[in-house]
């Protein structure tokens, strides 16, 4: 199993690719969009998906609205706000409406990844509690 | 530009002026038209009123005059009708009327003389021996015989003594015979002298040839004519028959005639009096008015001067306080759309620094899969990575502070105790201080009133001005001296240090966004632009003062609210 499911969602296409090759070089499964729709579509398709780094100034649908739609169809997806300083109120209203965090732009690596990685596990966790929950309705039931 | 300078500049001059000259113009322009008016129908008046004065007395004289003789006439003729001529003939009779007539009027009567039709003084009775004088070629003896009555001229006569005479003719047989009376030249006189008016008022009478009949109020020069009879019938004259005129004498003196003819117009009654002492009060008037508007023009000139002088300090005044207004407002606008300019280009530096370091890491991850020839080669890509991760971190922080220089956010206000922040501050710098060999000293006022502003605010403007202060001492220490005192409702706080000192060509550039002395890569020029900012929206003053190697210190004043 991967380390963790990344979409990497930001308008800079440049940004995009080298973050993706980073990001895949240490074995992290990336996916990428340039725009909030094409991260919904993606989230749609794919439910592996399980950390989203999201910038937020993107150009018609921007990183907070996007966020508040991941947060109702995509409840168990985590979500990192990627921003400049010029953004820093809208990235702590982002941690409001339920972001796991937020990074600030340009990023390091290192402090990207270890942030990645608690979210992913935190993803997992709850994964784990609903499987174990079912789990035991199951049981319950049989029983 | 100071008060002085800006009062020099031509504008003010000319306003100065324009001011002094409307003032006075508006002050003197009712002040003399009113005195002018004003003193001019007093003068018209004033000129209508003696002129009334003088025709009425004239008047009333010629009428005394005129009955005077008319009364001395009647006495002679009364005498005449009732008496026979033989009665008259009689010295004594005669000598006994005369005394009669001297008893009743006093001197008046000097003598009474019969005269017969060819002129010889038939009977006399008076104090000279005239009996049988002989009048026949005497030009009044050939008026008399030919009219009932007549009144002579004044003349010297037999005498030699100036009178005139009064006749009456009667007939007796067919002869005509002559009552003759002289009347006294002093009585008469003194009806005319009578009339004085002032000091130089007084009446004379002239006959129709201009020979005077009375003792003028000056020296007559014998064989000298006066041509007062011509000249003031020719003057205007009322409807009472008083003649008004103006002659200069030999002296140049102007004279006022007023004259009245007497004696059905033998005789012209004048009164004379010098033009200066007839309107001796007008004069006056006019001294005390001219005194008056001089006095007034005195004080006019002299506040004028004042007014508009106060007045164009004042307007020069809130002209400098209206252009370092404008300068403030210029200030303030540039400051503002910095801000705005600066969190645009923020966040698009961001966005290409970003990416920047991003391929550089990516080149980084790269290199850890790439055999390199040599060490060197494999140290100098490291080398050259971090560095360009540094100056990415750099940019940052550039953007960083461009950022919170521009941001207009919702501080929060509070009660700061400045001295506590003060110490706060100090206790930030300490170990820097200590590492570069600077003391920092504190004398803080104690009871200062509680502050409301935001504290993290104001911490942020004394760590600036403490980090300025530390490194201009960086290099050969010294002190750092912080000072807080209560001035007014003003709270001030200063920030001292003995470093090298500010050169005056910077100090009026220091708080100008960008502006800095310190090496590419250490400073910003951002710092002290965001403290000016974040005083003044406080409602504070922040100031500079530094000389040359003795040092800078910086001013921070702040409103107290004592009783909010």
Redesign the interface.
Known sequence: MAIANILLVDD?K??LE??T??LA??EFITASASSGHEAIKLLEKNDELEVVVLDV?MPEMDGLQTLKIIRQRFPLVEVIMLT????IESAIEGMKLGAFDYL????E?EELISKVREAAAKKRRHKEKIIEAQLKEITMRRI | MNQENRLKDPYYKSLKRKMLFIIMAVSFAPLIMVSGIILNQFSVSYNEKLNAHLGELVLKHRQNIDGFLLEKLNNIRFMAKSFTVEELNNEVFLRNNLAALQTEYGSVFEDLGVINEKGIQVTYAGPFKLENARYSDAEWFRKAIKSDYFISDVFLGLRGIPHFIITVRQKSNGKPWILRATISFVAFNSLVENLRIGKTGFAFILNNKGEFQSKPGFEVVHGKSYSFYESIKSGRKTKDGIFFSEMADDSGKENLYVASLIKNGDWILIYQQDKSDAFLDLTHAKQIAFFIILIGGIIIVVTAFLLSKRMVARIAQADGEKELMNQQVIETGKLASLGELAAGIAHEINNPVAIMVEEAGWVHDLMEDEQFSSKENKDEFERALAQIKTQGKRCREITRKLLSFARKTDTCIEDVRINEVINDVISFCAQRAKFSNIVIKSKLQENLPVLRLSHTEIQQVLLNLMNNALDSLEKRGGNITLTSWLEGDEVVISVADNGPGIPRANLARIFDPFFTTKPVGKGTGLGLSICYGIIKKMGGEIDVRSVVDAGTTFYIRLPSRRND
Do not use: D, I, V
Not at chain 1, 84 to 87: E, L, M, P, V
Not at chain 1, 104 to 107: A, E, L, N, W
């Open positions: 800079e440049p940004f080298t973050m090759r980073r070089k240490r100034k400049g300083h010029a953004t600030m732009k340009p990023c690596m």
